[in-house]
């Protein structure tokens, strides 16, 4: 029996290649694949610019399915269940995992970059990287949920709490979960930052008290102007660019945070250490997600507290996701996620 994969050849080059079913060996399930979401991680790899990824590799990391089988020994699930997978793959033996920091794992890495993904219509993981989903959440906005684990993560090595007031820079997908979660932690303004103003839009309905348009307003006096002229409390930038990050230090109050959630490989202009001395701030890294941010992300979108489905821009048959890539990458700004759907 084969499956149908995606398989990224060489950069933009993906083909459909049949592959012999994955079998569930002790410890593991098999997952029929029901929704993959494409994230700007997969354009980087697609069109070649991500540093380190061997083609060629089946991508995708955010993901939903179905258990199709399982091997021995798995005791949580069974076929027929819904499941999101926790695609950060950690080796369980290095220091950081020892430490309990799966994911900044030495030795794996992520699930659709550096081992095969979820574009395919069936994968195999181990049953501690797959999370049962309640039947009454559509698995294609599931996908959603992957992306929220890690916003949820960020935030908490942030430490948001309620009454803070919080800025975050870029609304795409992860801009608007910040822009949501920061709301739902109680902080106060919670300050949208874009130059689109449909996302500036959709950053009002996921209950930010003020937006900016980055591209009419000045920023930083706008950030001043809605909080007193305090300053914030926490910067999220999530736009990826460097050129934000000098702006966000100047837009912080006296020991506030800067949670650099969007990345990039290019240096930061005008960056001196001074008002890290002068105003005693911290920066945050953050990466990816730990098993425990995943079960308080499905029960937020479970629950109805986030609603994920409007982020969905378009989905594709899985035999088109040729043409998903080559939609995606003309329209990086205005497409939040598609979602790319096995059709057998
Ligand atoms: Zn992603
Ligand atoms: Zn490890």
Redesign the pocket.
Known sequence: MTVIAAVLQAPRRLELLARPAPLARRGEAVVRIAAT??????LEIYTGRHPGVRLPVVMG??ATGVVEAIGEGVERLSPGQPVLLN?IIACGDCDACARGHGNLCRNAG?FGREMDGSLAEQVVLPERYLYPLPKHVPLAAATLI??LA?VRHAQLRARIASGESVVVLGQGVAGLLHTQLAGLSGARPVVAVSRSAGKLELARRRGADRVVNAAREDVVAAVMDATAGRGADVVVESAGDPGLITPAIEMLAPGGRLLVYGISHRPVPEFTTFPLYFKELTIHGSRALTPDDVPPAIDLVASGAVAVEELITASYPLERVAAAFQEYERAADSVLRLVIVPGR
């Open positions: 979401a494409v994230c700007h991680t997969d990391h955010e695609p992520l992957e992306t890690t």
